[in-house]
């Protein structure tokens, strides 16, 4: 069965920079696409960017850019997201979701892995 | 980015009503709409996709209406389990974008 499980919570302070990974399995991880949601607590969802793991061609929310890195290692079916020069609003419960397309659903999803950013 | 606008934000309803949720497009979107459920502490979950086809698995009391800007979520009768929060996104653009969500509360 598909799965996508994702590394464990996180502590950060303000200015580090933190890289959650994704694996993948059930599934050829380089069929489908990644992308990186969040939710910080209480409040909704919002995309961060997209990654094509066959490639590792990568399109990131503008609001992310120049902080968010996706990537992939094909060889071990995993896709990671590391987000730098993170500020307290970076808390959020971070999930990596499939789909089949560029613009399609999302069908899987990850556990979610939180990172809290605290001094 | 177009926006996504949900209404209303929060409803409380019993089980056994009929609930609709609706999600409002800031342009066209065609039917590059889909709707999540979630619950708390649990990632979202894929109801209906494409504006109206239901996900393989989830239960036929759900249905998706709509196109170009203009969407519904219809809950025929209200199941305990139903009580959650729900999130429509649309797909049309590179830039995916979701609306703020709807709680939806037992009476």
């Known amino acids: 069965q598909v799965q996508l499980v994702q590394s464990g919570a996180e502590v950060k302070k303000p200015g580090a920079s933190v890289k959650v990974s994704c694996k993948a399995s059930?599934?050829?991880?380089?069929?489908?696409?990644m992308h990186w949601v969040r939710q910080a607590p209480g409040q909704g969802l919002e995309w961060m960017g997209i990654?094509?793991?066959?490639?590792?061609?990568?399109t990131y929310a503008q609001k992310f850019q120049g902080r968010v890195t996706m990537t992939r290692d094909t060889s071990t079916s995993t896709v990671y997201m590391e987000l730098s020069s993170l500020r307290s609003e970076d808390t959020a419960v971070y999930y990596c979701?499939?789909?089949?397309?560029?613009?399609?659903?999302?069908?899987?999803w990850g556990q979610g892995t939180l990172v809290t950013v605290s001094s | 980015d177009i926006q996504m606008t949900q209404s209303p934000s929060s409803l409380s309803a019993s089980v056994g009503d009929r609930v609709t949720i609706t999600c409002r497009a800031s342009?066209?979107?065609?039917?590059?709409l889909n709707w999540y459920q979630q619950k708390p502490g649990k990632a979202p979950k894929l109801l209906i996709y494409a504006a109206s086809s239901l996900q393989s698995g989830v239960p036929s009391r759900f249905s998706g209406r709509g196109s170009g800007t203009d969407f519904t979520l219809t809950i025929s009768s209200l199941q305990p389990e139903d009580f959650a929060t729900y999130y429509c996104?649309?797909?049309?653009?590179?830039?995916?974008?979701f609306g703020q969500g709807t709680r939806l509360e037992i009476k």
């Open positions: 990654i094509n793991p066959s490639g590792g061609s990568t």
């Open positions: 059930g599934y050829t991880l380089t069929s489908y696409y």
């Open positions: 342009q066209s979107i065609s039917s590059y």
């Open positions: 996104q649309q797909s049309y653009s590179n830039s995916i974008t």
């Open positions: 979701a499939r789909s089949y397309d560029t613009t399609a659903y999302y069908d899987y």
